[in-house]
């Protein structure tokens, strides 16, 4: 199986910046898409940005300019930066691995949306 832990998360003024961090772990995984989604009280998950291991990126339209998400496939690694934050991005960050094939038991098996179990960003006005 395959586990994500995440870290980064914090305090931080309107106008500053918190950069995020994901970890896959597990053995013989690769994941074709990597993501962040967040969670604000009294609403919907919503979709913040992804990145394929081809490093195809997207991103939702109200983090365009300011966020930006990144990958090493090396470390199995996903970062998210944070720049120019807002009070309404506060909220529960959780991070994505979608399309995972791991090798186990002699054979290979397929996952998709493993979710880490999210850190909190709180962006003060």
């Known amino acids: 199986q395959v586990q994500l832990v995440e870290s980064g998360g914090g305090l931080v003024q309107t106008g500053g910046s918190l950069r995020l961090s994901c970890a896959a772990s597990?053995?013989?995984?690769?994941?074709?898409?990597m993501g962040w989604y967040r969670q604000a009280p009294g609403k919907q998950r919503e979709l913040v940005a992804t990145i394929t291991s081809g490093g195809y990126t997207n991103y939702a339209d109200s983090v365009k300019g300011r966020f930006t998400i990144s990958r090493d496939n090396a470390k199995n690694t996903v970062y998210l930066q944070m720049n120019s934050l807002k009070p309404e991005d506060t909220a529960v960050y959780y991070c994505n691995a979608d399309r995972v094939t791991y090798y186990s038991s002699f054979s290979y098996h397929y996952l998709n949306d493993v979710w880490g179990q999210g850190t909190q960003v709180t962006v003060s006005s």
């Open positions: 597990g053995s013989s995984f690769s994941i074709n898409v």
